[in-house]
């Protein structure tokens, strides 16, 4: 599409885009965000990009950046970045450099973050025989009223199973339950 067809102001557009965008030149500094990017880790315009990365993968990042700039080719990567929130995010990141008079002189870049689920899950999970009993019914994919016919308890004692098996297993939905016990070889 030749340049002369796009019409609008593109970088209004860029701004108010619902997803994080920024420009980080050939230093490592931002130039640019947009207000979505703001949300996100908040105003960073002139300071260094890798500040919102956490500490285990700024060396990694900071690598994938050089790289980028040094090939003058678009990557995807993935980091994590604490949001201004305080929050950790796995994030996707689009990044193609911009060049000017055909050398790169700084990226741009689409961010896509997702929270970490931060929930800590117990590495040992000691179950009594009934619970185990109620997961192995869990994982055939039987209703609490099967449950607690197979097993001759009322449909009250097989939710409360369900509801300490949940909590054991550090989940919240029986497909979850089913998943962790399968990770964590509990059937």
């Not at 929270?115 to 179950?127: G, H, I, Q, S, W």
Request: aromatic share 6%; proline share 5%.
């Amino acid at each position: 599409m030749p340049d002369a067809a796009i019409r609008g102001d593109l970088p209004d557009a860029l701004r108010r885009l619902g997803f994080p965008i920024a420009v980080v030149d050939s230093e490592g500094r931002i130039v640019w965000q947009n207000d979505s990017m703001r949300g996100f880790v908040g105003e960073r315009v002139g300071r260094m990009f890798g500040e919102p990365v956490v500490a285990d993968d700024r060396q990694a990042f900071r690598e994938k950046f050089l790289s980028a700039l040094l090939r003058d080719e678009p990557i995807d990567l993935e980091s994590r970045l604490r949001g201004i929130d305080g929050n950790v995010y796995d994030t996707e990141i689009s990044a193609a450099p911009l060049r000017e008079h055909g050398r790169a002189v700084g990226i741009f870049g689409v961010f896509n973050p997702m929270p970490v689920d931060t929930e800590v899950k117990p590495a040992n999970v000691e179950l009594t025989p009934r619970q185990r009993q109620v997961l192995a019914h869990l994982t055939r994919g039987c209703s609490t009223a099967q449950i607690a016919h197979d097993l001759g308890i009322s449909q009250e004692t097989v939710r409360n199973h369900l509801r300490e098996l949940f909590r054991r297993l550090g989940v919240h939905s029986r497909v979850a339950a089913v998943v962790q016990a399968h990770e964590r070889g509990l059937v």
